[in-house]
């Protein structure tokens, strides 16, 4: 059956849920995959959460043709609202796919592959519950949407938090991607290190919390399979398609340029050289675009603004475009792939650096996370601020075993500073920590200090 309904059909439950009421209102034993918006105005335009009824995990060689294979029926449907109908994938799109789509970016001496997660993750679904400033429905097949249950969250443990890296060799490493730069070997690097502590009990728990400290816009939880999850806390917007009269409208909106949330707008407003790091991006974008839409299309349909997050302010700008009538979202995702915000430019130069710099792969952090429907509207965010869980499922299916892992880092130029580079890495890092904190735990140990965690901000 395959029908829309309101919330209220099912007893005991308000007509309107926010995330956090629907992380701990889902039943424990069914697995979660969630959209999470946040923000307001044209950013908290949905929440959608459903059970997954199917998980495709790629790998290898044949990950780009299966890829296309799956989201070749995207777009099928004639429903052209930029809603999520029910039914269409959830999917995680490693950073590492880059490795089949642009081979030559692969450095002589690659980093370590120490979480083995999947190139990409496509998360089958048939019907969820969706939730939009005009209230919240069930949609597509309603055999499949759980009933809630509205319930407390049980406590996890977690360990102190700390980083792979002394400040000192992430300052080593932005030294290294300035002298590529004076060598002419690019204009700008991405170089990001990671950041992670031992953790056990319930992702959603998690979840709560971090939805709390970041507010993010473009948010997501994904209960990947036994042993895998994922929360995304992801402020960026990768990629966005809705189908209308004139074609599939495609848009991306790239950050660039990063300050505390406690100092003043005008400080990042103000700086030339993350506004030449933007336009940098904007131009990256525009010819990723222009690889699949109209010729003429393409427009800077927001030029720089600056928007204030819990934790950080950043840079952002919008770029447009209508994709080609030939082609279809998997052309789209993979003409595009990885975002360039994370890469730097020329992307292929600086990708290689980055492979060469980093001592660990990045995994699911500086991929893309979201949803493709049916119907052809797709929202992918780019996979910052973003924490991975593994290890070993516990007695639930939001339950692990395992460690937590959060990657942060920066856009590199000619002009950057390793110790104000260093610095930013941990701004990023902030909403982690925050969330770290704050999260209730059955832990008694007392809370941690600036001592026990080796990422100081001064």
């Given at each position: 059956m395959s029908i829309d309904s309101t919330i209220n059909s099912v007893p005991a439950l308000p007509s309107r849920i926010d995330p956090e009421c629907l992380l701990a209102a889902w039943p424990c034993d069914r697995r979660l995959a969630m959209l999470a918006s946040h923000g307001g105005g044209p950013f908290g335009r949905f929440t959608f959460a459903a059970s997954p009824v199917s998980e495709l995990e790629l790998r290898g060689s044949g990950t780009i043709q299966r890829l296309r294979s799956e989201l070749a029926n995207?777009?099928?449907?004639?429903?052209?609202?930029?809603?999520?109908?029910?039914?269409?994938?959830?999917?995680?799109?490693?950073?590492?796919?880059?490795?089949?789509?642009?081979?030559?970016?692969?450095?002589?001496?690659?980093?370590?592959?120490?979480?083995?997660?999947?190139?990409?993750?496509?998360?089958?679904?048939?019907?969820?519950?969706?939730?939009?400033?005009?209230?919240?429905?069930?949609?597509?097949?309603?055999?499949?949407?759980p009933t809630l249950n509205p319930r407390e969250l049980p406590r996890p443990k977690i360990g102190p938090l700390r980083g792979d890296l002394a400040a000192d060799e992430y300052q080593r490493g932005v030294a290294s991607v300035i002298d590529h730069v004076h060598a002419g070997d690019c204009f700008q690097a991405n170089l990001a290190q990671r950041f992670g502590a031992e953790f056990s009990g319930s992702i959603r728990?998690?979840?709560?919390?971090?939805?709390?400290?970041?507010?993010?816009?473009?948010?997501?939880?994904?209960?990947?399979?036994?042993?895998?999850?994922?929360?995304?806390?992801?402020?960026?917007?990768?990629?966005?398609?809705?189908?209308?009269?004139?074609?599939?409208?495609?848009?991306?909106?790239?950050?660039?340029?990063?300050?505390?949330?406690?100092?003043?707008?005008?400080?990042?407003?103000?700086?030339?050289?993350?506004?030449?790091?933007?336009?940098?991006?904007?131009?990256?974008?525009?010819n990723d675009l222009g690889r699949v839409c109209r010729i003429g299309s393409i427009e800077v349909s927001q030029p720089r603004s600056i928007e204030t997050h819990p934790t950080v302010h950043h840079g952002i700008a919008e770029v447009s475009g209508i994709l080609r009538p030939e082609l279809d979202i998997a052309d789209l995702i993979l003409a595009a792939f990885p975002p360039g915000s994370v890469t730097g430019a020329p992307k292929i130069q600086a990708m290689r650096i980055i492979d060469q710099l980093e001592p660990v792969r990045r995994g699911p952090y500086c991929g893309a996370i979201g949803w493709i429907d049916d119907s052809g509207f797709s929202v992918l965010n780019v996979a910052i601020r973003t924490i991975t869980a593994t290890g070993t499922r516990g007695s639930a299916p939001d339950e692990i075993d395992g460690r937590l892992d959060y990657h942060a880092g920066c856009g590199i130029v000619a002009e950057s500073n390793p110790r104000d580079e260093y610095l930013e890495s941990l701004d990023k890092a902030e909403v982690f920590r925050r969330t770290i904190e704050r999260l209730p735990t059955n832990d008694q140990r007392p809370p941690q200090t600036d001592a026990e965690v080796p990422i100081p901000r001064t």
């Open positions: 995207a777009g099928s449907t004639s429903k052209t609202e930029p809603l999520p109908t029910g039914r269409g994938y959830f999917v995680m799109l490693s950073y590492d796919l880059f490795r089949h789509l642009e081979p030559t970016a692969i450095s002589n001496r690659p980093p370590t592959d120490d979480r083995d997660w999947p190139d990409a993750i496509l998360l089958r679904c048939e019907g969820g519950i969706l939730q939009t400033e005009q209230g919240t429905r069930l949609c597509g097949d309603l055999s499949v949407i728990s998690l979840a709560a919390t971090a939805f709390e400290v970041a507010a993010p816009r473009y948010g997501a939880v994904l209960e990947c399979g036994p042993g895998r999850s994922i929360v995304s806390l992801s402020p960026e917007l990768f990629l966005e398609t809705r189908p209308g009269p004139d074609g599939v409208r495609v848009r991306t909106r790239p950050i660039k340029g990063t300050r505390p949330s406690d100092r003043t707008v005008d400080e990042l407003a103000r700086s030339e050289k993350d506004a030449a790091e933007l336009n940098m991006i904007i131009d990256l974008m525009r």
